[in-house]
């Protein structure tokens, strides 16, 4: 059954932690990508990879790291310099020669911080 | 970048049709247009994606005018699980060209 998935759906930290959020791919997507999303808004793009040890900051890259040593994972970390990081991580992928420009999404990953 | 521009909400009724516009004035040659839907506390799905004229799939269509700076997704009998938010993306699929904005948030109502 191929997806891409993301864990654990819930999360929770104490304020100046660091987190990783993981998201896995078995659709052998070149690009994936992270997206934040805070209540009643659109996405926004955080960090976006096309091939494995190569990524490239989107437009709310501060405050997170990721790494793709893997082709088929793309892990997120949320960092203690993140000054609101409670929000709705989406994770994605594509392939990088598909005719559409159809992205496939992950279920999500809610991260609260106290 | 296209920009695009979309309702920030739209409400309808159980079987009418529901056509949403999006406005992308700046949008390039190599362009596409794609609408995604989203539901509450999942990531988007794929609805359609076009170039020009009339793109039609079992969910949806989209309508392109010949100058490409609109679009309009059009959903036949909408049912209340039609609600959600709906996103327009132009890009020319490249793939670091994947940005979303705020979308239109529909409310199908009984």
């Known amino acids: 059954d191929g997806g891409i998935t993301q864990s654990p759906k819930y999360l929770f930290r104490k304020e100046g932690q660091n987190v990783t959020l993981s998201c896995e791919q078995n659709?052998?997507?070149?690009?994936m990508y992270w997206y934040r999303q805070d209540p009643g808004q659109g996405l926004r793009l955080i960090y976006y990879?096309?091939?494995?040890?190569?990524?490239q900051k989107g437009d709310i890259a501060e405050g997170y790291s990721v790494s793709r040593e893997k082709k088929e994972s793309f892990p997120l970390t949320v960092t203690s310099a993140q000054k609101n990081p409670t929000a709705f991580y989406l994770c994605a992928s594509r392939p990088d020669r598909d005719p559409l420009y159809e992205q496939y999404f992950g279920p999500g990953t809610r991260l609260t911080v106290t | 970048l296209a920009k695009t521009t979309q309702p920030i909400s739209m409400d309808s009724y159980e079987g009418q049709e529901v056509n949403i516009t999006c406005s992308h004035n700046?949008?390039?040659?190599?362009?596409?247009i794609t609408w995604y839907q989203q539901f509450p506390s999942q990531g988007p799905r794929f609805i359609i994606q076009?170039?020009?004229t009339k793109v039609t799939n079992e969910v949806a269509s989209l309508f392109i005018p010949a100058d490409r700076k609109s679009s309009t997704l059009s959903l036949p009998r909408v049912s209340l699980s039609d609600t959600a938010v709906y996103y327009c993306?132009?890009?020319?699929?490249?793939?670091?060209?994947?940005?979303f904005g705020a979308g239109t948030r529909l409310t199908v109502k009984p």
């Open positions: 700046n949008i390039a040659t190599n362009d596409y």
């Open positions: 659709l052998n997507h070149d690009a």
């Open positions: 990879s096309q091939i494995v040890n190569d990524f």
């Open positions: 993306l132009v890009g020319d699929m490249s793939w670091n060209d994947m940005r």
């Open positions: 076009g170039y020009k």
